[in-house]
Nanobody, 115 residues
Framework: QVQLVESGGGLVQPGGSLRLSCAAS????????MGWYRQAPGKQRELVAT???????NYADSVKGRCTISRDNAKNTVYLQMNSLKPEDTAVYYC?????????WGQGTQVTVSS
C-alpha cells in the first residue's frame, strides 16, 4: 500500500507562484509513475503533469512552460512548481502514484488564484 499526503496549496494572486509537495510512504519502492491532477469546480479531473522513475516528464498543454514536476527519491516526495498562475488554475490538486498493479490518490490540496 502507498499513502500520499499533499501540501503547499493556498491563495495566490494571478501571476504568482506556488510549490506543491506530495510525500509518499509505504511500498514506494514499487512506484514507477507519479503525477499531479486537478479538478476545478463543476469540471472533470484532468492531468497536469507526470514523472517516471527515470525522470521523464510530460505536461498538459494548459500548463506547459509554467509548471515543473520533479521528484526527490531520497525523500519519497514529488513536487509541482507552478509559476505565472492564472484564475483558471484554481482547483483541488491531487497527487497520484502508480505501480504495476494499482494506483493511489492523495486527499488533495486547494489552489485558489484570485485578486
Amino acid at each position: 500500500q502507498v499513502q500520499l499526503v499533499e501540501s503547499g496549496g493556498g491563495l495566490v494572486q494571478p501571476g504568482g507562484s506556488l510549490r506543491l509537495s506530495c510525500a509518499a510512504s509505504g511500498s514506494i519502492f514499487s512506484i514507477y509513475t507519479m503525477g499531479w491532477y486537478r479538478q476545478a469546480p463543476g469540471k472533470q479531473r484532468e492531468l497536469v503533469a507526470t514523472i517516471i522513475t527515470g525522470g521523464s516528464t510530460n505536461y498538459a498543454d494548459s500548463v506547459k512552460g509554467r509548471c515543473t514536476i520533479s521528484r526527490d527519491n531520497a525523500k519519497n516526495t514529488v513536487y509541482l512548481q507552478m509559476n505565472s498562475l492564472k484564475p483558471e488554475d484554481t482547483a483541488v490538486y491531487y497527487c497520484k502514484a502508480s505501480n504495476k498493479y494499482s494506483y493511489y490518490w492523495g486527499q488533495g490540496t486547494q489552489v485558489t488564484v484570485s485578486s
